[in-house]
């Protein structure tokens, strides 16, 4: 298994959280403020500088208001 964040699955899974950011008519410095945090963090996050890992997953869903749940089905659906 390839680990790093420059993996192809990786590239797909941080398209699915800009998309799911997007679609919920989001900013990154709107999300950022939901989630306590930095556009920063929400940049470099999305860019795939820094690795997202699953309580930050969960963080970022209740922020964008989507399940995780189904934040994940969609990310399945994009890599099949």
Do not use: P, W
């Not at 799911?20 to 900013?27: M, N, P």
Request: proline share 0%.
């Amino acid at each position: 298994m390839h680990k790093s964040i420059s993996s192809r699955q990786y590239a797909h899974f941080i398209k699915s959280l800009r998309q799911a950011r997007e679609k919920a008519g989001l900013t990154q410095e709107m999300l950022a403020a939901r989630l306590g945090a930095t556009q920063a963090f929400v940049s470099k996050s999305e860019r795939g500088e820094r690795r997202v890992d699953i309580v930050e997953l969960r963080a970022f869903c209740r922020a964008i208001g989507i399940s995780m749940e189904q934040f994940i089905k969609n990310f399945e659906k994009e890599l099949s």
